[in-house]
Each structure stands twice: as C-alpha cells, then as structure tokens.
C-alpha cells in the first residue's frame, strides 16, 4: 500500500555530478530554492521516502555538451533501482546532442538497464525540443511506450550568476517547442515538469489539447501555484496532473504541507498524490489515503 508517488527526484551525492563547475550551479540552485542542501547517499533518500510510504520516480541528467558537467548516469540510477526496488522508479537520460550513442543509450537504458522513462532539460542540454535532428532520438523512446518528462519554464538551475551562468531559458517554453513534439509523437506521453512559469497557460492549453501530456507539480510549493494551474487541476484536467517536489530542492514534507492548505478538490487530491502517477507508469500499485 503507497500513500503517494513523488513523479520528480533528483540525488546526486554517490555520483560524480557535484564536483567543479557543477558544484557552482548547485549551490546557486539551493540559494535560489532556499534550500539547505543534504549531503545523503541515494539509499539515505530511499530510507527517508520509505518512512514516508512513497514511491519516487529517480532521474538521470545528462548535460555533457550543454554544460560540460559530469551527468548522473543511467547507469547510477538503475544501480540505485536494484538496491531499493521497493521505493526508486528510475528514469534515463541521453544527452541530445549525442547522435547515435544517445539512441543507442535510448536502447540499453530500456532493454538492459530496465529503466522506464526519460528525462530531458532542455536549459542544461542546450537544445530546442522541436529541432527536427532530434527527432530520431524521440523515435527510439517511441518504441518503448514510456514517458518523456521534460523541463519547463524557468530553473534555478544558473538563477542568479552572471547571465544566468550561460543557461538559457528559450527552449524551455511549452508552445511551440514541447507541442510540436507533443504533437508528432501522440502514442509518447510527455510530462511537462514543473508548473511553467512564465509559460503556465502554455502548459495547461497543452494538457487539455492533447491526451499525451501531463503535468508535474514540482520544483514549487503548492503555496505559489496560479490560480489558472488550480482551476484546471480541480476542473478540466483532473487526471492529468501529478505529485512531484524537485527533491532535495524542496521536501516532500513541506510540499504536502503546503498542498494541504492549497484549494485543491477533495476528490482531486489522491488522484494527484498517486492515482494518476500509477496510471501512468502502469505500477498497478494499492493505494492508502493515510497521510504519512
């Protein structure tokens, strides 16, 4: 029995990703989130969601030619999914501007490391999702029949360095970038992560457009969600939204706090906790509605 499914988690301690120029954008990231950052391992975060009685979707970045920094690899994702298969839900990552080794990372990601989606950040990947010479990469996931869950709206990511640390925020807006592909690949669900400010509308218009998309809640306290995100969520939209908190960006215990005084339905709230979530990745998991 599963109270929630955090659909947006990162880790990073146990891998190679928090050293040099990442280190820099990680700190700017916890002075722009107000977060004091843990140094745990993935399997200290595993204890902590257990405690929670949650599942969390784990994800892999790969921001090598965007960044030039180490990614969290599939690799060290599904390592962790081994060691706590009862909590982790892993999600690959392939850097866009790979070429061939991206598609081939598409193909081990799924039929040797068993993962079950893909994570794309189109800020610290330096691409624009609707670039047709990526096109041959989203063709590969299309096989799969497994998520796309892809970064939208501003980051705090580089907020607050000069020039944002070379981030650029262009490729992350919803229409038409993520539509187009949206669009192309109707039978690939996309998961916009984040509510996408300053792009929000964007976001909704293509949740209720197209069956394919989705919405995920994370990187913001529910406390600052707009009115339009929680009109369609209590409305039009319902089954199309989903629990996720950034971790360690924000805490599933303050995110849930925070959801609890926002004016969401009652009979919307599990369906975002963990209904739609299970749905969607298929877990055919039994749901609790006993807080944590």
Not at 181 to 187: I, R
Not at 271 to 288: D, Q
């Amino acid at each position: 029995m599963t109270y929630a499914i955090d659909i947006h988690i990162h880790t990073d301690a146990d891998s190679c990703a928090c050293t040099g120029s990442a280190q820099m954008y990680r700190e700017a990231a916890s002075k722009y989130f107000g977060a004091k950052m843990k140094e745990e391992s993935v399997h200290e975060t595993a204890e902590m969601y257990r405690k929670l009685n949650m599942k969390a979707v784990l994800l892999a970045v790969d921001s090598s030619s965007g960044m030039g920094t180490p990614p969290v690899t599939n690799d060290f994702v599904a390592a962790a999914v081994r060691a706590d298969p009862d909590v982790f839900i892993g999600f690959a990552s392939v850097d866009p501007w790979a070429g061939k080794k991206a598609i081939d990372g598409v193909k081990r990601a799924m039929e040797e490391l068993g993962l079950k989606g893909f994570k794309f950040h189109p800020a610290t990947q330096a691409f624009y999702p609707n670039d047709k010479q990526f096109y041959p990469i989203y063709e590969a996931i299309s096989r799969y029949k497994v998520p796309m869950l892809i970064h939208t709206g501003t980051t705090g990511i580089g907020a607050g360095l000069p020039g944002g640390g070379g981030i650029k925020l262009g490729g992350c807006r919803p229409i038409p970038y993520m539509d187009d592909v949206a669009a192309d690949f109707p039978e690939t669900p996309m998961i916009l992560a984040h509510p996408s400010w300053p792009w929000q509308d964007e976001a909704l218009a293509m949740a209720v457009h197209k069956p394919n998309v989705y919405i995920d809640l994370s990187g913001w306290s529910p406390k600052y969600f707009s009115p339009s995100l929680i009109q369609y969520a209590n409305s039009v939209i319902p089954d199309k939204v989903l629990f996720g908190t950034d971790y360690p960006l924000i805490t599933p215990e303050r995110w849930l706090k925070d959801f609890a005084a926002a004016p969401f339905k009652d009979e919307v709230r599990d369906g975002i906790l963990f209904h739609n979530a299970n749905r969607l990745l298929g877990l055919g998991l039994e749901h609790t509605p006993s807080k944590p």
